[in-house]
């Protein structure tokens, strides 16, 4: 059956892709189609067509799946922002779980990974390829394998966000509008209450479009590159209950800035205001000056025990809670007993690397973006952890200049690179300093398989992997995997 631009078909979806679109096949032909779920028979429009592939956009639903809920959001399907709130948060949990396990298989070559699960109080394995996630068998010398261990997932997927970044502009009324940016474009549907991030967004939202009213301050104009007000960026401590806004702005000032302070100030909690400078013509949210209107420039919070400053452009994960336990996955995985010398990679403000701290000898710190080290260098200080040294630069030249020149050891490195993965010359420097363990925590399933095989080609072995739920509703995981030396036990 040929499909044209514009016809319609029925088609079943039995898959989806890494961006949460629906994957159904026909005649070998795949299609990916928006706002569909594993198990959906849809009516679809065909909309581009390739050789072997096609894009649809979903028409109705003819047989829902049984993983098929009703989005309590109102604007999910034009929101960019939660891609699988149609999918039950069970079936998103297998859908993430199988995603990172089909890469290892399928891009590392891990043919000896065995999925194992807790089941009353019992550990229980699947063969590789065999079950789903959340099925598990027996089998026997499973405990000789690599092992990998049922997804953390969230005990409520909503109001998790500790951070919020809400564009503002201007409807076609002539109306100020602030909300998130439709998927792949830069228009604006308005929404004032994500129901990912924490209550107190909206009244934010809403004393900031009122004072913008009430003194005529207009909304940033991108094609124009007109317009006072660009975004406006809210944190929260959720230990602390700390909050934080921070407006950044296409001008050096903001007018009556201390009317609209006083309004802030009102909200419970409120801790830090500022402004940020904008004036370039960019994508980029943040400029590089921060003007403080009150407050001392940041809040305060906790992942377990250890304190955190974080300042408006600090790298903080934006899920406290499940970032405790992907921290201390991090922390068990890595072994320490109190008399290791760790190196952490990619160490942002100091987060994993004062978590490591707690059980370390040393732990070493290496970070390319100068304000993060300054951030992690004042968390270290902050907590009395004098057993924490910070490096500025690329971890691909930090770690091989600093070995080279101080043969500084590792016992275990930890590394927690963005999406890209790590650099070769990164890798390459950790398989010469070798050391017992290597700890891996992923937000990329593909480029994660990818550096694995690198290393276990290179005298490593894997012996434990486990995803943690960071992003309900959105199609990203986090994993924690555990390398050791190879015929290390």
């Known amino acids: 059956m040929e499909i044209k631009k514009n016809d319609r078909f029925v088609v079943k979806i039995q898959d989806m892709s890494e961006d949460g679109a629906g994957i159904g096949k026909m005649d070998g032909y795949i299609w990916f189609i928006k706002d569909t779920v594993i198990g959906d028979v849809v009516e679809a429009g065909a909309m581009k067509m390739k050789k072997s592939y096609g894009f649809a956009r979903l028409i109705r639903v003819v047989e829902p799946s049984a993983s098929r809920v009703e989005p309590r959001c109102p604007v999910a399907r034009q929101c960019g922002g939660c891609q699988l709130q149609a999918m039950s948060y069970e079936e998103q949990l297998r859908f993430k779980e199988n995603r ?11 043919e000896n990974l065995v999925r194992v699960g807790e089941k009353n109080g019992t550990e229980e394995a699947g063969e590789s390829g ?17 092992v990998f261990l049922p997804i953390m997932g969230m ?10 970044q809400f564009p503002f502009g201007t409807d076609r009324d002539g109306k100020i509008i602030t909300g998130f940016y439709a998927g792949r474009t830069h228009t604006i549907i308005p929404q004032e209450d994500c129901l ?5 967004n909206r009244e934010i939202l809403r004393v900031i479009k009122d004072f913008m009213n009430r003194y005529q301050i207009s909304s940033y104009d991108e094609e124009r590159h007109s317009g006072l007000v660009r975004h406006v960026l809210i944190r929260k401590g959720f230990r602390t209950g700390e909050l934080m806004v921070c407006l950044v702005i296409n001008g050096k000032k903001v007018p ?3 009317k609209l302070t006083a309004e802030l100030l009102k909200i419970p909690g409120m801790t830090g205001i500022s402004f940020n400078i904008n004036q370039e013509k960019t994508n980029v949210i ?3 000056e921060t003007i403080h209107l009150y407050g001392p ?9 250890i304190r955190y400053q974080i300042s408006p452009q600090s790298f903080y994960q934006v899920n406290p809670v499940q970032t405790e336990k992907l921290y201390g996955t991090a922390l068990e995985y890595a072994g320490l007993t109190g008399g290791e010398t ?3 990679l990619y160490c942002g403000i100091g987060t994993i690397s004062l978590f490591l701290a707690q059980k370390a000898k040393k732990v070493f710190g290496v970070e390319i973006v100068p304000q993060a080290i300054d951030d992690a260098r004042r968390n270290a200080e902050l907590n009395g952890m004098e057993n924490v040294e910070f490096f500025v630069g690329k971890a691909e030249e930090v770690l091989p200049r600093e070995y080279e020149k101080s043969q500084i050891p590792a016992d275990v490195i930890v590394v927690d690179p963005p999406r890209k993965g790590c650099d070769r010359q990164c890798l390459d420097t950790i398989i010469r300093m070798a050391p017992e363990r290597v700890v891996y925590v992923s937000c990329d399933p593909g480029t994660l398989a990818r550096d694995l095989r690198y290393l276990c080609d290179r005298g490593y072995e894997l012996k434990k992997v486990r995803c943690c739920d960071m992003f309900g509703w959105g199609v990203h995981v986090e994993s924690i995997v555990l390398l050791s030396k190879l015929h290390t036990k």
């Open 342 to 344: 760790v190196w952490d």
């Open 297 to 305: 420039g940041y809040i305060t919070d906790y992942i377990g025990s």
């Open 155 to 164: 005990e409520n997927p909503w109001r998790y966000r500790n951070k919020a």
């Open 286 to 288: 943040m400029g590089r």
């Open 196 to 200: 990912l991030g924490v209550e107190e």
């Open 130 to 146: 065999g079950p789903e996630a959340g099925e598990f068998h027996t089998v026997p010398g499973a405990e000789d394998r690599a």
């Open 256 to 258: 009556e800035s201390g």
């Open 100 to 110: 990172v396990y089909h890469n290892l298989l399928r891009i590392g070559k891990f």
